[in-house]
């Protein structure tokens, strides 16, 4: 009959303890999304008025609750000379987040960690326009390099 007790009390603290460690790790994570919801001001998006793909992002940011403003342009070279995004690291649109830019159709995952992690650099880029990635057609059929930038330079931000 000990036994049993004791098995009976070691089962019912072991539900207790993972239920407490399961709610503060729930509430922890909630705290996190709640923080980056709160972070999600208005955004800003350089485009042309006739591109597709950018409108799809515009409507990927708006899904992930971002307020966004949508600025048509003829040309974006303003843009990114303002912004000292090289040539090469360069997309179909830009888009202004707070202190940061984001060039290109870079993923969710990307633009999380960046609000999240606050890094001191200028912005994240994707450049091209990579299949499957937010606002263009297909499947992902590849790594996407995101890469971020500093005073024009670059490095690898993430792969996803």
């Known amino acids: 009959m000990t036994f049993k007790k004791t098995t009976s009390k070691f089962i019912i603290l072991t539900v207790i303890l993972f239920s407490v460690f399961f709610i503060f790790n729930f509430a922890a994570d909630k705290k996190d999304a709640l923080a980056n919801i709160n972070n999600k001001q208005i955004v800003e998006v350089f485009k042309t008025p006739s591109c597709g793909c950018c409108y799809g992002y515009v409507l990927f940011l708006e899904k992930e609750k971002f307020k966004v403003k949508q600025t048509d342009m003829r040309s974006l070279h303003t843009i990114k000379q303002k912004y000292n995004i090289p040539v090469e690291m360069q997309s179909c649109h830009t888009t202004i987040m707070g202190k940061y830019f984001i ?26 326009m990579p299949i499957g990635t937010p606002g263009m057609p297909g499947d992902k059929d590849e790594p996407y390099v995101i890469y971020q930038l500093k005073d024009g330079e670059s490095s690898v931000f993430m792969t996803i």
């Open 103 to 128: 060039e290109g159709h870079v993923p969710f995952e990307a633009v999380n960690k960046l609000l999240k992690e606050q890094p001191d650099i200028d912005g994240i880029a994707l450049p091209g």
